[in-house]
């Protein structure tokens, strides 16, 4: 029975024959150095068709082809023309390299196929002769390293502007300017507090917040400018009359030095650029809203965007965190501590990145464990739901966040806790009564195409009721008789 080798190339796709292929025997000595010998290894096999591709294009289809396990057109022409026709009484293997083209020859062409340990070492001659065997072809060694690279290439850039993951990477750098951001500010309002303190002491006591007292320096600048008549103003931009008046009050008895115009000018311009930043802070946060809820609608329904985008960011993205066991989630940012603990044989850590969770605050100090176990928990379900979930939604969440509140309860007062099967089935029995419930992607994309044509009807409609105004005739000019002389 003779063995054909399919090889794929970057080049194109190579049919090879070998008939003589001693399979007992395919790791002695003395059967690698003949398939290391080029001329010894092509009296066993010999190329019998090539057909390069015609485009980068197609070289890229196939190779994405191959790489999912699907069969394109130019395969199929290609073994159906070069093959001998199949039947009941064919005499012929086909072998490849791929696991998953296995299945699909076998539906297309109905051949079956062949993988074993001689076919692979095979395949290492081919791979390592290949380009000898198409010096007949007019192919140098050259032109298929180039075909390698650009092929390489092709797929790399295909893979990046098709990875599912790719909007996990804008949520991990958006997350990572706020923390450096606020780090900033911090530093920033700092400095800001200990220059103008010089001036107004007191100020820094009554107002904690650092926006806000950044917004009064750059407002009033000196503190003679603050008294009775700024009284209302002040109360607008703190939004505390009791709060006003005790700013008013306490720089009537500052104990501060007075400042030049030189340097209120100069700590006036770091106000600006302070506040700008806060500003910018606030856009990103808001963009970060937005996307967390658009990537991970159920984790950010239960433990808010920002504990949500650094457990996505600490874990490399969603299909990672998806992936992670509840104990895992439990412990993400403390691995330092968790490590040496393990050394000294410590305690455990109880939590990491889900501290800065509220469900952590609220609890008390005996019960932060178990609160931070099954806030771990939730988390596991809640990113696998948002990675799995064929058409997101944000009900699965809400109702994970209910579980949590019904579990602080628990632990202070006792009742009924529901169970995670309920939850779910309460949840899709709501999906499926607002037509949100798909079990298939091909579900979806029928809805879509369903609610376009109802979307055209109707402008068709709408088009047709108008009214379409005629134009009018204009009067028809009588002609003049011509009189007979």
Not at 225 to 249: G, S
Request: proline content about 2%; some cysteine.
């Amino acid at each position: 029975m003779s063995t054909f080798y399919l090889f794929e190339a970057a080049a194109g796709l190579a049919l090879f024959q070998c008939d003589s292929v001693d399979e007992t025997n395919v790791k002695s000595k003395q059967i690698q150095k003949q398939f290391s010998d080029f001329a010894q290894f092509a009296e066993i096999c010999h190329l019998k068709a090539f057909q390069p591709f015609i485009s980068a294009e197609i070289a890229l289809n196939n190779a994405l082809a191959i790489h999912t396990g699907s069969v394109t057109q130019e395969l199929v022409d290609f073994l159906s023309t070069n093959l001998p026709p199949v039947g009941k009484k064919s005499n012929f293997q086909i072998a490849i390299s791929d696991k998953s083209l296995a299945a699909g020859l076998q539906q297309y062409l109905n051949l079956k196929s062949k993988m074993n340990e001689a076919t692979a070492q095979v395949f290492r001659g081919i791979r390592t002769h290949f380009v000898d065997f198409l010096r007949n072809e007019d192919f140098k060694e050259r032109d298929y390293i180039q075909a390698q690279l650009g092929l390489a290439h092709q797929v790399s850039r295909n893979k990046v502007k098709l990875d599912i993951n790719r909007e996990d990477k804008h949520v991990t750098q958006a997350i990572s300017i706020i923390e450096q951001m606020d780090k900033d500010l911090n530093t920033l309002s700092m400095r800001i507090k200990e220059w103008y303190s010089w001036h107004f002491p007191e100020l820094a006591k009554i107002v904690t917040d650092n926006r806000l007292f950044t917004r009064i320096v750059d407002t009033y600048g000196d503190k003679k400018n603050i008294n009775d008549e700024a009284l209302e103003a002040i109360e607008e931009l703190t939004t505390d009359a009791e709060l006003a008046k005790q700013i008013v009050e306490a720089a009537k008895i500052s104990m501060g030095q007075d400042i030049s115009e030189l340097d209120l000018s100069t700590l006036k311009d770091l106000c600006i650029r302070v506040l700008n930043q806060f500003e910018f802070r606030d856009n990103i946060q808001e963009y970060l809203k937005n996307k967390m809820t658009t990537i991970a609608p159920n984790l950010t329904a239960l433990i808010g965007e920002n504990v949500a985008a650094k457990l996505i960011a600490h874990s490399g993205s969603l299909i990672n965190l998806a992936k992670y066991p509840a104990s895992t989630i439990q412990i993400l940012g403390a691995e330092k501590a968790l490590f040496r603990a393990l050394k000294t044989r410590g305690n455990t850590p109880k939590y990491g990145l889900l501290y800065h969770s509220t469900y952590i605050g609220r609890a008390n100090g005996t019960d932060k464990g178990k609160i931070s176990r099954n806030l771990a928990n939730k988390c596991a379900i809640a990113s696998r739901l948002d990675h799995f979930l064929i058409q997101p939604t944000e009900k699965f969440g809400i109702k994970l966040k209910d579980q949590m509140e019904q579990r602080l309860k628990f632990l202070t007062a006792g009742g009924e806790l529901n169970k995670n099967t309920d939850i779910m089935d309460e949840v899709l029995t709501e999906l499926k009564g607002e037509g949100l419930y798909f079990d298939s992607e091909k579900q979806l994309t029928k809805k879509d195409k369903k609610s376009k044509k109802a979307k055209s009807k109707k402008v068709v409609e709408e088009v047709q009721e108008e009214p379409v105004e005629q134009p009018q005739e204009a009067p028809k000019k009588k002609r003049k008789s011509s009189k007979q002389q």
